[in-house]
Structure formats: structure tokens, C-alpha cells
Nanobody
Framework: VQLQASGGGLVQAGESLTLSCAASGSFPSTNAIAWYRQAPGKQREPVAGITGGGTTTYVDSVKGRFTVSRDNAKKTVYLQMNNLKPEDTAVYYC????????????WGQGTQVTVSS
């Protein structure tokens, strides 16, 4: 499965962005999908995830600001990011959690989110 993130951009602190994650082929409608981000000089980290049944999880730093959702009919997972902060600046990726955990994940080029202060 190849997932591609899009929707990034340059925004000011406090503003919002919505990222989309779409599948190029079949969509893993029953699998957990997560958003990850990698800031310059740092390791890639998970940000938010959503199971096939719609249960969501978030890293503490984005709780209350980010919302992950999925539309299996549209084969898309979304990340609504509100009240963005400069520390949210990173390249954002999406991937199937199982693929990541088993080391079989293929990472696309991600989408750049830059938040200016």
C-alpha cells in the first residue's frame, strides 16, 4: 500500500491546516493509519492515529489541537490541525501502522508544514 500525504503549506502561528492522506491503490479500510512527522534534525515521530473502527490516539503535544479522521469511501485519512505552533513545523507523512511496526513501510515524500511565529 502506498499512501501519499498532501495539503501542507506555510502558515502563521495560530492558524489551521488540513492534511489529506490518499492511497494510490487499494485503501486499507480496516487497518490503523497514523500520521507521522519529522522535523529538521529529529527522528520521525507518530503524531496521531486512527483505527479501522475510528478510534483515535494523539501524542500529548497535539491533543486538543489536531483531529484525525477517515473517509473510507473516499479512501482518504485527514489530519485537521488547529492553533498551529512553530514547533509543529515538520514534514508530515501517513502510513499504515502495521507496515511501520513490521518494518515494511514505504514512505512517500510527505508534505511540508511550516509554521511561522
Amino acid at each position: 500500500v502506498q499512501l501519499q500525504a498532501s495539503g501542507g503549506g506555510l502558515v502563521q502561528a495560530g492558524e489551521s491546516l488540513t492534511l489529506s492522506c490518499a492511497a494510490s491503490g487499494s485503501f486499507p479500510s480496516t487497518n490503523a493509519i497514523a500520521w507521522y512527522r519529522q522535523a529538521p534534525g529529529k527522528q520521525r515521530e507518530p503524531v496521531a492515529g486512527i483505527t479501522g473502527g475510528g478510534t483515535t490516539t494523539y501524542v500529548d503535544s497535539v491533543k486538543g489541537r489536531f483531529t484525525v479522521s477517515r473517509d473510507n469511501a473516499k479512501k482518504t485519512v485527514y489530519l485537521q490541525m488547529n492553533n498551529l505552533k512553530p514547533e509543529d513545523t515538520a514534514v508530515y507523512y501517513c502510513n499504515v501502522v502495521r507496515e511501520v511496526l513490521t518494518g515494511r513501510a514505504s514512505w512517500g515524500q510527505g508534505t511540508q508544514v511550516t509554521v511561522s511565529s
